[in-house]
T-cell receptor, first 112, second 115 residues
């Protein structure tokens, strides 16, 4: 059974700080990894995806993947109150099924 | 349309009733997914269509749940003999290419409440 684990939080950071969101997964054959942001009462929207070990940067966001440790993280630099949302990690595995498995999400609160 | 649309936005029904939830994907997207999301949880996969056919229905919880996509565009999720445990937000998503390789675009969801 594929599992994707996230700390539900909330993670509280001050405005301007770096927010670090973490996700671990159980299927060692997983190949693609996605971070979604979900505002309260809204649907998830993709922030970024990563396929290869290492870092991938997009603006204030950096995704980090370590397949050996089965760990993926999202860093948000210069956090803004508008970043306050739930961040969902999604993992696509091997074995012929590429349906994303989502974690429960981490609630992030950026306070002024 | 510009994005994925879902109707109705809210549905309240009584235990034992039948409901249909509709999803209209982004034009041209061949892949369509249904998820349901309970409070405090991530989206839980239900079924994936590639074109008109259900390529993966392993997430459907039981035979009360059924989904169709007869023309490869609009999809309907059908729930028979609804139970209180079916209460959740039902999300539809679509993508241009198969899962795992492309961005999924989510609709606004249908909030189903079973009394």
């Amino acid at each position: 059974q594929k599992e994707v684990e996230q700390n539900s939080g909330p993670l509280s950071v001050p405005e301007g700080a770096i927010a670090s969101l973490n996700c671990t997964y159980s299927d060692r054959g997983s190949q693609s990894f996605f971070w979604y942001r979900q505002y309260s009462g809204k649907s998830p929207e993709l922030i970024m995806f990563i396929y290869s070990n290492g870092d991938k940067e997009d603006g204030r966001f950096t995704a980090q993947l370590n397949k050996a440790s089965q760990y993926v993280s999202l860093l948000i630099r210069d956090s803004q109150p508008s970043d306050s949302a739930t961040y969902l990690c999604a993992v696509c595995g091997s074995g012929g099924s590429y349906i994303p498995t989502f974690g429960r999400g981490t609630s992030l609160i950026v306070h002024p | 349309g510009a994005g994925v649309s879902q109707t109705p936005s809210n549905k309240v029904t009584e235990k034992g009733k039948y409901v249909e939830l509709r999803c209209d994907p982004i034009s041209g997207h061949t892949a369509l997914y249904w998820y349901r999301q309970s409070l405090g949880q991530g989206p839980e996969f239900l079924i994936y269509f590639q074109g008109t056919g259900a390529a993966d229905d392993s997430g459907l919880p039981n035979d009360r749940f059924f989904a169709v996509r007869p023309e490869g565009s609009v999809s309907t999720l059908k729930i028979q003999r609804t139970e209180r445990g079916d209460s959740a937000v039902y999300l539809c998503a679509s993508s241009l290419f198969p899962p795992g390789t492309d961005t999924q675009y989510f609709g606004p969801g249908t909030r189903l409440t079973v009394l």
